[in-house]
């Protein structure tokens, strides 16, 4: 039995095809082949109902690859010691990142990062928390992006940047004369909020609990563009993280209202399984995320909103 062997199995198991599996793991599909027909010979069972489409794997196979997984994650992590204890900055590294922040705050770092740690092929995902979480302990990511505390005792968080929110209120809307926000005048107004499954939505909801009515919740959507245009079209404000309003046009951000001192803010951070080998290179990426941070949000009196408050 050899890793190779594991390696084309799963792929089988994962593609449901022969062929498309061969050309994941860049191989013939006869050499591909062979090699699980090896471990079936090897093990004496057979661990694909070939017969079926996709192909399907016995029962004993389902069992066996399962126990591939664990096999291959632990082999790779012999392979991340080994960088790990002599501080190389290099190799694959799998990161998630959420969808509220994945597109404002990649651009600022991404290009940074390659130019100065070339080595590293970065693998990135849009993913929720919840999927960031789940692919983090399945060993398919090595650290993730997302709003923070989770209170997730098999992870570690490193705060990479506080972000506060702003309220985008079109010149029509009852609060568009107010110099700036209190979280009171949230009370009894529409606020167009994203849908579920996203985090933001659940801290929007989270510092409106304060307010005397939790009834202003009428609208949602899944894009910070189409509740902005939302808005605009004066079916009521919305509220954005910071770096979302960089971006905006200078038309649109002339409907910004930053709120009073203390602001509130969400809390961005990277997170990762407290057994990752590749601790050194997820502190580059924080250093370097942190010091572009610095620059880009200026904002000091906060006040910090999570859904867990």
Do not use: W
Not at 117 to 133: D, G, M, Q, R, Y
Not at 158 to 185: A, Q, R, W
Request: charged share 25%; aromatic share 6%.
């Amino acid at each position: 039995m050899t890793l190779t062997q594991l390696e084309y199995t799963l792929a089988v198991a994962e593609e449901g095809n022969f062929t498309k599996a061969a050309e994941k793991c860049f191989v013939t599909q006869p050499t591909l082949s062979m090699q699980v027909q090896k471990l079936e010979q090897e093990l004496t069972v057979k661990l694909f109902n070939r017969n079926t489409k996709p192909i399907s794997l016995t029962p004993i196979g389902l069992k066996i690859i399962e126990q591939a997984k664990v096999i291959l994650k632990e082999a790779k992590r012999m392979n991340d010691l080994v960088t790990s204890e002599k501080g190389i900055i290099e190799g694959d590294f799998r990161l998630g990142i959420i969808p509220t922040v994945m597109p404002t705050l990649l651009p600022l770092f991404l290009s940074t990062f390659i130019k100065k740690f070339p080595k590293v092929n970065l693998k990135i995902e849009e993913l929720n928390t919840a999927s960031i979480i789940e692919e983090l302990n399945n060993g398919m990511l090595d650290a993730g992006i997302a709003a923070t505390p989770l209170d997730d005792p098999k992870l570690l968080e490193k705060p990479l940047y506080y972000e506060p929110f702003v309220g985008y209120i079109p010149k029509t809307h009852s609060l568009s004369k107010l110099k700036s926000l209190s979280v009171e005048d949230l009370e009894k107004i529409d606020i167009l909020v994203l849908e579920d499954g996203h985090c933001f939505r659940e801290h929007v909801l989270k510092l409106c609990q304060s307010t005397k009515s939790f009834n202003s919740f009428n609208l949602k959507s899944g894009s910070f563009e189409t509740l902005i245009h939302l808005a605009n079209d004066g079916m009521g404000m919305t509220l954005l993280p910071y770096l979302q309003t960089r971006s905006l046009s200078e038309e649109n951000k002339k409907n910004l209202k930053s709120f009073e001192s203390p602001e509130p803010a969400r809390e961005i951070s990277m997170i990762y399984l407290k057994n990752q080998l590749k601790v050194p290179l997820i502190e580059s990426l924080v250093t370097v995320i942190e010091s572009i941070m610095r620059g880009a949000i200026k904002f000091q009196n906060i006040k910090l909103i999570t859904p867990n408050n």
